[in-house]
């Protein structure tokens, strides 16, 4: 099937800077995304969501970039916190071919004071 | 708060054993996934389900079988097990309305089998 991918597997940030995870679908289908974040020794967590006919959407501290052109999703983390160190995954859905998410294989996210 | 449970933590079972992990979920929702994480593969789905008794293979369905006999609970069946089945499983449910929804995780299984 389609894959979903992400551009780097580990990114190191210090405490206060932003962060921003990459991630990368082939599938033009797609129309539902979804950040992860997975904490270690726990399933994952649903961090936000993003619709194909939106380009942005932000939530508390994170903020959710989608570009349909270059098949691009970002999540922006603000003023990044230790309890942000986790894995994050992107994950996709294609409406009407089933309600399964397809994963990329994650990030992980490494906080630095 | 929605609640997906899965039975176990930590399972160590032999080579050859039938092996049965557990999901139960608390919210009703018509949708219920077996994934498997390895490092560096991310999560992958072996099997799901849109309604009791109803099962679709995912992306590696072979070796494992999955139960759905009534609408809260989803097994996952591992008929023979075999080494490179040593993974973390993890189980997930949604609603079933449109467009799409988020999945809702368990904590995870960590199975090794020697």
């Known amino acids: 099937g389609e894959s979903v991918g992400l551009h780097l597997p580990t990114l190191s940030v210090q405490e206060g800077d932003n962060s921003i995870i990459n991630c990368a679908y082939s599938n033009s289908a797609s129309d539902y995304f979804i950040w992860y974040k997975q904490e270690s020794g726990k399933g994952p967590q649903f961090i936000i969501d993003?619709?194909?006919?939106?380009d942005k959407r932000q939530g508390q501290r994170v903020t959710v970039l989608l570009n349909k052109t270059v098949k691009h999703l970002s999540l922006q983390i603000a003023a990044t916190q230790p309890g942000d160190s986790a894995v994050y995954f992107c994950?996709?859905?294609?409406?009407?071919?089933?309600?399964?998410?397809?994963f990329g294989k994650g990030t992980s996210l490494l906080v630095t004071p | 708060d929605v609640k997906v449970t899965q039975s176990s933590r930590y399972l160590v079972k032999r080579t050859g054993e039938k092996v049965f992990l557990e999901c139960v979920q608390d919210?009703?929702?018509?949708?219920m996934f077996w994934y498997r994480q390895d490092p560096g593969l991310g999560l992958r789905l072996i099997y799901f389900s849109y309604d009791v008794k109803m099962k679709e293979k995912g992306d590696i369905p072979e070796g494992y079988s999955v139960s759905r006999e009534k609408k809260e609970r989803f097994s996952l069946i591992l008929e023979s097990a075999s080494t490179n089945q040593t993974s973390m499983y993890l189980c997930a449910s949604s609603h079933q309305r449109a467009p799409n929804t988020e999945a809702f995780f368990g904590q995870g299984t960590r199975l090794t089998v020697v």
């Open positions: 994950a996709e859905n294609i409406w009407n071919s089933g309600y399964a998410l397809n």
């Open positions: 993003i619709r194909s006919n939106m």
């Open positions: 919210m009703d929702h018509e949708n």
